[in-house]
C-alpha cells in the first residue's frame, strides 16, 4: 500500500476537483459540531498566562487524564494522552513488538489500513485474519492464527469499514487469545460513542495485562484535527509507554488538551446521544436507498461507515472516479480495506446530504 | 539514562517540593509572552465552521508550511509540520537510520539528552564526539569520528547545554562529512532567534541532499506547550517523511497551527529581537554574579543557557538538590548531558529572577 499518498486524500482531491457537484463521503472527519465548551474552552485559553503555553506533563494535563480515568474506571496512571489514536495505536503496536516475543502483527481482514502500514513500517510480519461479510470475527479464527511468534493483535471495535461491534464474548475470548500467547491485544475504541447495537464491550472489561486499549476525542467530539487520543496501558508497559512517547513526541498540544478537558467536564450525555441518533437516522436512510439501489450492504452496528457493492461495479479506484464523475457521488475503493472487500465501496455517513447520495447512486445504478 | 522518569521532571518536582522559594532555572520554558496575534488566533479558532475542526493536511496547513519556507527560503514542499522539534529530530533520526548505510548515530559530548534516549530506542549505536570546554565542536573530530557505519549525524546550534553557536565553515564542514561519509546531518536549529554572537548558519545554506533541518516556534515565540516544529527535508526523504509522519502522529494539532499561523503573519521582527535581548540582558546580570561568587563559567554565544562550575561542588544530582534546599536555586545537573560537564551545573535563563538567583549563588558560595 501506498502511504505517502494516501488513497483517501487521493480520492477527497478527485472529488474536489471534479467540474459536477459532489457529495462528499470519504472521509471519517464528522460535519456535526463540536461541543459549545470546547469552543468556550479555546475562548478561555486565548487569555491563561503565559505558564499555560508551556509544556503540559508529557503524559498529558493531570486533570485530563483524571477525566479519562473517571469515564474508564482506571487508575489516572494508567492513562497517557497521545496525539490522537494515531500515536495511541503507534504506541500499543511498537510497544508490543519490543515488549513480547515474536515478531508478528496479526490483524483483521478488512483492515483500516494504518494498521497495516504500521506494522510494515516496524518491520513486523502482519497475518490477518478475515472476518465474515458482515465484518464479524471469530476468535477461534484469531486462536488458530495466534502462535509463539505473535507479538501484538489490533481489533478496531465498533469497525471501520465494516460497521461490525464485537460482543462481550468476543473481546474476552480476544483478551485470552492474548494471554494465551503471551502477546499484547491493541483494542482500537475511537468509535466507542457510535454503536447502534448496544452490544459494544470494551477491552477494559476484563482484567489483565495483556490488553491495550487505545480511544481519543476525535470522533466522540466531531473534532478530527485536534488530535486529542490516548492509550489506557496495563502497568508493566507504563515505563515504555512513557519513554517511547517522550521520545516521539515528548508532551501533545496543550490548547487542545484543555479545551478537551472544558468539554469533558461540561458536555452533556445527550450531546453524544445526539450525535449517535442522528448517524442512526443516515444509516437509514441510506441503506433504504441502497435496497431500492438493488445493493448488496452491510448494515453497520457501529460506526458511521456502509460497505455497499454494486452489481458489476467492483471497488476499484476507477470506479470510485467513474462515481465521481457521472454520479456526484465520493466513496472509498473497497479494496483500500483488503483484497476481500475489493467487490465493495465505503461510503461515510458524515454529510446532510445522505439522502440525496443514495438518490444519486439509486439513479446511476437503474 | 532514565527516560521514563526524565530529570528535568525529577528535578523541577523537587523544586516545587520544597519548603522554602526556589527561583527555578531548570526548565527550557520561556517565561516571557507569546505574540499577541497568537492568542487572538486563538480567539478567532473558537469561531471557526466545523471542517476547522477535522483533519488538516498530514504534512501541515498550506499556508503554514508556505509560511515557513519563505522564512527559509525553500520549496513549501520540503516543509512537514511536526508535533514540536521533538517529532522532527525522531523522523530525522528514524529516516536516517532506515535510508542511509550503518547504523551508527553520531551525537556530540555534551549531548542535549534526548538525542542520546531516541538513538538508544531506535536501536541505532551512538558515538560521541567531544566538544571543547566552550561547547565548540571541531568538524575534524566529527569527521574522524565518522565511517562507513555513520547514518546520521546530529547537531544543534545554538546548542542546548553549552550555548555554543556553530559558524558558517562548521556548519558547511559537517554537511560535507555527511556527504563523504553518505550519511544524514540532522541540524536541530529550534535557538535560531537567540544567537548572540551574529554567527549563527542555518545547514540550509548549503545546497545539499544530505541535510535535515529542524525547527520549531517554540523557542522563538515562547509556545513550547503548543508543539508547532518543522522539518525540511531534502526531495529524496519526502516519501519516506510523509511515510512515518502519518503513521506515527496521522498529523498535528490545528488550532496550534492556525494561532501560530496568524503569529507568524502578523507579528513583528521587534517581538524577537526584544526576547534576545532580553536574554542577552540575563546573560549579562548572570555571568557577572557568577564572576562575583568565584565560579568558572561558559558565556553563551546563544539560546539560553548557561553551564557554570563552582568549586569543589560537583555537578550532580545531590549537590542540586542541595543548592534547592539550601539556596533557594534550582538547575540541572550537568552529568544529565553526558559525563564531560558532571563538574557543571545547568541554568536557565527563563526567569524574571536571574538576578535575585545570581546573589543567592554568589552568599551560597562565598
Redesign the interface.
Known amino acids: 500500500m501506498d502511504?505517502?499518498?494516501?488513497l483517501f486524500?487521493r480520492v477527497m482531491q478527485y472529488a474536489a476537483a471534479a467540474e459536477r457537484d459532489v457529495v462528499d463521503m470519504v472521509?471519517g472527519?464528522?460535519?456535526?459540531?463540536?461541543p459549545d465548551a470546547l469552543?468556550?474552552g479555546?475562548?478561555e485559553?486565548?487569555?491563561l498566562p503565559?505558564?499555560?503555553?508551556?509544556?503540559?506533563?508529557?503524559e498529558g494535563l493531570d486533570e485530563l487524564r483524571a477525566g479519562i480515568a473517571a469515564h474508564h474506571d482506571v487508575p489516572t496512571e494508567s492513562v497517557f494522552v497521545t496525539?490522537?489514536t494515531?500515536?495511541a495505536n503507534?504506541l500499543g503496536t511498537a510497544i508490543g513488538l519490543d515488549e513480547y516475543p515474536g515478531n508478528e502483527v496479526l490483524l483483521t481482514d478488512p483492515v483500516y489500513p494504518?494498521y497495516a502500514?504500521?506494522a510494515e513500517?516496524l518491520g513486523a510480519d502482519a497475518t490477518y485474519v478475515p472476518a465474515d461479510e458482515r465484518g464479524r470475527l471469530d476468535p477461534d479464527d484469531v486462536r488458530r492464527a495466534a502462535s509463539d511468534e505473535t507479538a501484538v493483535i489490533v481489533v478496531n471495535s465498533p469497525n471501520n469499514p465494516t460497521g461490525a461491534v464485537y460482543g462481550r464474548e468476543t473481546k474476552q475470548a480476544l483478551v485470552g487469545v492474548a494471554e494465551a500467547h503471551d502477546a499484547l491485544l491493541v483494542s482500537d475504541e475511537v468509535y466507542e460513542r457510535f454503536d447502534h447495537s448496544g452490544r459494544f464491550c470494551s477491552a477494559l472489561a476484563f482484567d489483565s495485562e495483556h490488553r491495550f486499549v487505545t480511544n481519543a476525542f476525535s470522533k466522540s467530539m466531531?473534532?478530527?484535527?485536534?488530535?486529542?487520543g490516548y492509550c489506557i496501558a496495563p502497568e508493566h508497559l507504563?515505563?515504555a509507554v512513557?519513554?517511547?512517547h517522550?521520545?516521539?513526541?515528548?508532551?501533545?498540544?496543550?490548547?487542545?488538551q484543555y479545551?478537551v478537558l472544558r468539554a469533558l467536564r461540561e458536555t452533556p450525555e445527550s450531546y453524544y446521544e445526539r450525535n449517535r441518533s442522528l448517524v442512526g437516522e443516515r444509516i437509514e436512510t441510506f441503506t433504504a436507498a441502497l435496497d431500492a439501489a438493488g445493493a448488496d450492504y452491510v448494515t453497520p452496528e457501529g460506526a458511521f461507515y456502509v460497505l455497499a457493492r454494486f452489481e458489476d461495479y467492483p471497488g476499484t479506484l476507477a470506479n470510485v472516479e467513474r462515481l465521481i464523475d457521472e454520479a456526484g457521488v465520493a466513496g472509498m475503493p473497497g479494496d483500500a480495506f483488503g483484497e476481500s472487500r475489493a467487490d465493495w465501496l465505503r461510503f461515510a455517513l458524515v454529510t446532510p446530504r445522505v439522502e440525496e447520495a443514495a438518490e444519486r447512486l439509486r439513479e446511476f445504478f437503474a
Open positions: 502511504y505517502e499518498r494516501p486524500f472521509s472527519n464528522p460535519d456535526w459540531a463540536p469552543r468556550e479555546f475562548r485559553f486565548a487569555d503565559v505558564e499555560h503555553y508551556q509544556y503540559p506533563p508529557s496525539n490522537g494515531g500515536e503507534h494504518y502500514g504500521r513500517l466531531a473534532i478530527t484535527g485536534l488530535r486529542v507504563w515505563p512513557r519513554t517511547r517522550m521520545l516521539t513526541n515528548v508532551t501533545c498540544s496543550r490548547p487542545a479545551a
